[in-house]
């Protein structure tokens, strides 16, 4: 090939996303594709040495919540800091379309509440320009991104759009509300929604601790639905469900899962979760994964690639003492009087005795869980030894783990987090979420970008799992190219995307450059750069040398180059012919 390539990626060590043995090669792309691996004769208009790196596809994240932060924000940080080249959002059920102008107010509520989106950042940024959903996607289309981005058809704005008030009360669905959800999913879907999302999970509340419009939605409303996506024969379907009614004898709620499956003919994914409360539970949703997809059903599980936490601290949205009474008197001060405040003994002693008040019970419980958190650190470990719980350092301290925690938030700069990994740590022990991520029937997913500003911070997980599972892990450590083909083509085959998640010719031209030795992820920290000066939990990484989105290099060294070449991507892509 002696033509003039756009780019080209030489010297490189190849991990093309299919898990077959890494090999050393060059990349040339050229228009927005990849236009061939081997041996590069031609040369590039830019080319990048990447001796002693590695190269693999952009990584593909399914499970996000960018719906309001792709409306005002061309960087879909934190992921595309590590390695993401294409998110696909409006996950769990919620988002931001439909609407009409009455019922904004009411999605508010449900995005503050369920995704930790303040109120403030969404007034001050999303545009509100449309109210059909094929309308959103029209706003969509015209941004201008970091990398590339697909959404689905969400289920609460939905049911609001066609139902109103009834449909925020949550009363059952008359047989013209569900043709007519029926209607508008099957029209979103053809304007380039890549399927239907809905949750029924009892942690999904409003900011006003109501339950969200469709958790209690029946049976016969969801297969409406289905049956709608099975006549026009595309698009997929995800959940978070409880999953409340599930034990070792069997999943009468998964059983819906199925004959929703059955109905619509279409690919089902779900949150699958390990939570030491639950013992076994998902187990149980693995064995009935594994026999759906025997009897023809394409069923997923959705796993984290590590332990799903929640982070608390005093400049993030919650901790354990944010909801008691007295605390009230410090909550808006500025960190360093605030933190004087808190070191009086007096204001200690009276939080400590205190009754918290919140209106979402599940998050009230997790908040005051003390005895089962640690402290994140920097860099953080995310798999922590059980010595280093609280209740174990404060059973060595002689204390309580409320006075410890109490303590060690008003320490130093008093910007400790503390880390409460509430699934897929059970006894802490990663052994259940390595088994989970290993099956065949899974997919790697919930990096939960774009939510969960000041709670969560998992969108950085692939730069977790190539750091841990593959090279820092105790123990059994993963195949590189397994790994990748977990963040690339698994992902993106999951939800229709064949035109990504593979170094192959014809691909689109999605590239990560490697350094795996240097590779590390920050810890989380608060910036205040959302609309209306709200605060997110940022998260860096070093050893990307380079990210590539449609042949456009994104991102150097972790430096954003300006580069905008990301957009909407509408509906399922084939895999390039040749």
Avoid at 207 to 219: F, M, R, Y
Avoid at 342 to 357: C, G, K, Q, S, T
Wanted: charged share 20%; aromatic share 6%; with cysteine.
């Amino acid at each position: 090939m002696a033509a003039r390539l756009d780019l080209v990626v030489r010297n490189g060590t190849v991990v093309d996303g299919t898990g077959g043995e890494p090999r050393d090669a060059d990349v040339a792309i050229d228009d927005g594709r990849i236009a061939a691996i081997g041996r590069v004769e031609g040369t590039g208009r830019e080319e990048i040495d990447a001796s002693g790196l590695v190269v693999t596809p952009g990584f593909v994240d399914i499970h996000t919540h960018y719906d309001g932060q792709a409306t005002w924000d061309e960087q879909f940080r934190p992921s595309s800091g590590h390695g993401v080249t294409t998110v696909v959002m409006g996950n769990c059920g919620v988002g931001f379309a439909p609407c009409r102008p009455q019922d904004r107010d009411t999605l508010i509520k449900v995005m503050e509440g369920v995704e930790d989106i303040p109120e403030l950042v969404m007034r001050a940024g999303v545009p509100w320009t449309w109210q059909s959903f094929p309308e959103y996607l029209d706003a969509l289309a015209a941004r201008r991104c970091d990398i590339d981005f697909a959404t689905q058809v969400p289920h609460a704005p939905l049911r609001v759009f066609v139902m109103g008030r009834r449909g925020v009360d949550r009363e059952p669905a008359t047989a013209g509300d569900m043709a007519s959800m029926a209607a508008l999913v099957a029209e979103g879907i053809d304007a380039g929604a890549l399927g239907f999302t809905t949750s029924r999970s009892l942690f999904h509340r409003t900011s006003e601790g109501a339950l969200t419009p469709t958790i209690t939605a029946g049976e016969e409303e969801l297969a409406s639905i289905a049956r709608a996506m099975g006549k026009l024969g595309k698009g997929v379907i995800q959940l978070l469900d409880d999953f409340a009614d599930t034990t070792a004898a069997g999943a009468t709620e998964f059983a819906m899962l199925r004959r929703l499956v059955e109905a619509s003919g279409r690919p089902l994914s779900f949150t699958l979760l390990d939570i030491s409360i639950y013992p076994g539970r998902w187990q149980t949703l693995l064995r009935e994964v594994e026999r759906a997809n025997r009897d023809g059903l394409p069923i997923r599980g959705q796993v984290a690639a590590r332990p799903v936490a929640i982070m608390y601290g005093l400049e993030l949205s919650f901790h354990p003492f944010s909801t008691c009474p007295s605390y009230r008197e410090v909550a808006n001060l500025p960190l360093e009087q605030k933190l004087t405040r808190l070191r009086d003994p007096a204001l200690r002693a009276r939080l400590l005795v205190e009754e918290p008040v919140y209106n979402n019970p599940n998050m009230l419980a997790f908040m005051r869980n003390v005895a089962n958190m640690f402290v994140l650190g920097d860099p953080p470990d995310y798999t922590p030894p059980a010595e280093a719980r609280l209740d174990a350092r404060a059973a060595a301290l002689g204390i309580t783990p409320l006075e410890l925690a109490y303590d060690l938030l008003v320490s130093g700069d008093g910007r400790t987090i503390l880390f409460h990994p509430g699934a897929n740590y059970s006894d802490c022990s990663d052994a259940n979420m390595a088994a989970m991520l290993k099956h065949e029937n899974t997919v790697m997913a919930l990096g939960d970008g774009g939510a969960h500003y000041g709670l969560i911070c998992d969108a950085s997980y692939p730069t977790h799992a190539l750091t841990y599972w593959t090279r820092d892990r105790q123990g059994e450590r993963w195949p590189l190219a397994w790994t990748v083909q977990q963040l690339t083509d698994v992902p993106a085959r999951t939800v229709g995307l064949l035109d990504r998640g593979r170094l192959a010719q014809g691909c689109k031209a999605d590239l990560n450059v490697i350094d795996l030795d240097r590779l590390r992820v920050a810890a989380p920290h608060p910036v205040h750069n959302l609309p209306g000066g709200g605060r997110r939990l940022e998260q860096r990484a070093e050893g990307y040398r380079a990210t590539i989105v449609g042949g456009t290099v994104t991102y150097r060294d972790g430096v954003f180059t300006g580069a905008l070449p990301g957009r909407l991507v509408r509906g399922a892509r084939g895999a390039p012919v040749g």
